[in-house]
């Protein structure tokens, strides 16, 4: 299959030559399988390290006013909690949008759509989304809401979180749903059920820690969008939770700081990057002890 | 009578709930197609001044002069290929490392808890590796790693021109290596996840004959995965193509071809990232943008397209 002979397979034609054959096989696997352990070395060196920066960098610029201030001028002391809070709204309000339509696209393809053509158009362009870069998705929304509606606002940064958390609720909906035996459904049916109550109340209810983990691992996903957010909600300096205007958020405040030639808007930027990736792991590792516990 | 006609009554509700459901079901499967179609039409439609403008050559003219309004994709489109195409050669050797170690290497106990760090990897926001990047890879590149390829491969002749000229630490090298440690969880859960997928049955005959655990993987395992190795190869691809916020801080930011790695550049992602605050609304220099999303937008939808029918098999399991 592999086109050059393999020597497990070629019958050893002079027996004298077994022995050191043997040996260079056994050299080339040690080889290969030494260099593979140090390529898992190295990857897991980059996490380690990313982790130590953002936790040596990011602690000595954290303190309660952090929390506490808004963002300022540089020279005064500020915070971050505008970028919080303006976070924690898009990203709430886009989780709230895109789960109801990206559970009914999951439940589409799983429950009515497995051999359906359309279904199939559906799941590819699903797929395509959820690799599909974010800063175009950002341009989309600027296209569609920000030009035509008079100017950046928060409804805008919120409809690209949503487009983007769809497809990875769709993704996990179905896959969840699919796991479920088909005996179940027919049971149901055979009780006489319609089938949407089948669906609600069986389906979804046996595939609901592989959902919640599905949109947990979203939430965590668009946390830390931002470039879709530099063309939609734009960031803001000052405390705002008015939706129709530009709002803060805390990935671009980040990024807005760590290129300034300020050393204090470069501490509070890791600070702030300590934060939004601590949270961002906690949400992955919670989702995934939750699938764990669900096996 | 009475329970005959409430049990026609519930069975008509059952059948008005099941139409409603299954409407709403495929409504919002249609509703995402209608985002991918808009995506297009709207980029397109706010690419149209700029591709009227300057026409096909746009595609290739690497003249980007927001004073005299011209502009040509030349330069940002070789910066992405030329970054994600590095990234990727860089990311699947370490990829099939780490996917070869967790399913044949290591200890069954150890595997979980590695895998989930390697998946972590894919979690961390891309603008935390573009700090993390340009704060402190880029110093470490500077100082270390570009000195060393100049004095090592600088006079080589044929590929020593790829590592010449001063050692900034950000530029074309850098953001390839940002892009390649961003894409490796992908490539490597991708092979994982295949290689698991390899009837048992298959390696232990292999192993019977008295091949080598590299044997077995070069063999058996790779040439019976290698279509889906493929696919999560170009599924990272896809994704180094439209990475923007820690290409952005890396990259170097300059519109110019160089033929040094070391040297600056920039992406799409990075170019619409940066100068979309400078655009006038209207301006032609936005239609510009707008045109490098939609070529970007196409760039991705094949190398995706290609991914997704290269691991269908994998996928119909």
Do not use: H
């Not at chain 1, 963002?71 to 809070?85: D, Q, Y």
């Not at chain 1, 409804?155 to 769809?166: E, F, M, N, Q, S």
């Amino acid at each position: 299959m592999s086109g050059t002979a393999n020597p497990a397979l070629t019958p050893v034609k002079n027996p004298g030559n077994a022995t050191r054959l043997s040996r260079r096989r056994k050299r080339t696997d040690l080889v290969i399988r030494s260099l593979s352990l140090v390529a898992t070395g190295i990857g897991l060196v980059f996490l380690a390290s990313i982790l130590i920066t953002l936790f040596v960098k990011g602690f000595g610029a954290m303190n309660l006013s952090v929390f506490t201030e808004v963002t300022k001028p540089p020279g005064s002391e500020g915070g971050l909690l505008n970028a919080i809070v303006g976070s924690l709204i898009q990203v709430v309000l886009a989780t709230l949008i895109g789960t109801p339509i990206g559970m009914l696209v999951g439940t589409y393809l799983a429950e009515y759509a497995r051999d359906s053509r359309f279904g199939d158009v559906v799941r590819f362009v699903s797929d395509i989304l959820l690799s599909a870069p974010s800063i175009l998705i950002g341009l989309f929304v600027y296209q569609l809401l920000v030009l035509p509606f008079g100017g950046f606002s928060g409804w805008a940064g919120v409809a690209a979180l949503a487009i983007i958390i769809i497809p990875i609720v769709v993704r996990t909906t179905e896959d969840m749903l699919s796991l479920i035996p088909n005996t179940l459904r027919e049971a149901v049916i055979g009780l006489g059920s319609p089938k949407w109550k089948m669906i609600v109340l069986v389906s979804w209810r046996s595939a609901l820690s592989g959902i919640i983990t599905g949109v947990l691992l979203g939430i965590a996903r668009i946390a830390g969008e931002t470039a879709p957010l530099l063309f939609t909600s734009l960031g803001n300096n000052a405390w705002s939770t008015n939706l129709s205007a530009p709002m803060p958020s805390l990935p671009i405040t980040i990024y807005s700081y760590a290129g300034s030639p300020f050393q204090d808007w470069i501490e509070l930027a890791w600070a702030g990057a300590l934060i939004i990736t601590l949270a961002v792991l906690l949400l992955n590792i919670g989702a995934r002890s939750l699938l764990g516990r669900g096996k | 009578m009475s329970t005959g006609v409430r049990r026609a009554a519930a069975a008509r509700r059952g059948n008005l709930g099941d139409a409603l459901f299954a409407g709403a079901c495929q409504a919002a499967g249609g509703f995402v197609l209608l985002l991918l179609g808009g995506i297009i039409v709207e980029l397109f439609i706010g690419g149209l001044p700029a591709f009227r403008a300057f026409g096909l050559p746009f595609l290739w003219s690497t003249e980007w002069d927001p004073v005299s309004e011209v502009f040509g994709a030349g330069v940002s489109i070789y910066g992405t290929v030329v970054t994600a195409v590095l990234a990727i050669l860089l990311a699947v050797p370490l990829a099939f490392g780490i996917a070869f170690t967790l399913t044949e290497l290591a200890p069954p106990w150890l595997r979980r808890p590695v895998g989930t760090a390697v998946e972590l990897l894919a979690a961390v926001p891309s603008i935390i590796y573009g700090m993390w990047g340009f704060f402190l890879i880029a110093p470490l590149m500077a100082q270390y790693v570009q000195p060393t390829l100049i004095d090592s491969l600088g006079e080589v002749p044929g590929i020593g021109a790829l590592f010449q000229g001063p050692p900034f630490g950000t530029g074309i090298l850098t953001a390839a290596l940002i892009l390649a440690i961003m894409i490796l969880p992908f490539i490597a859960a991708t092979m994982r996840d295949v290689f698991e997928q390899v009837p048992p049955v298959f390696k232990e005959s292999a192993y019977g004959l008295g091949c080598t655990t590299w044997e077995v993987m070069r063999g058996v395992v790779l040439p019976y995965t290698r279509i889906s190795v493929a696919g999560g190869v170009m599924l990272g691809l896809g994704r180094a193509l439209g990475e923007t916020m820690a290409v952005t801080f890396v990259i170097g930011n300059a519109n110019r071809i160089s033929t040094t790695l070391f040297g600056p550049g920039n992406t799409i992602a990075s170019v619409v990232a940066l100068e979309f605050g400078e655009s006038e609304t209207g301006s032609l220099k936005l239609s510009a943008l707008l045109a490098l999303g939609f070529i970007l937008f196409v760039l991705s939808f094949i190398v995706l397209a290609t991914s997704r029918f290269l691991l269908r098999s994998r996928l119909k399991g």
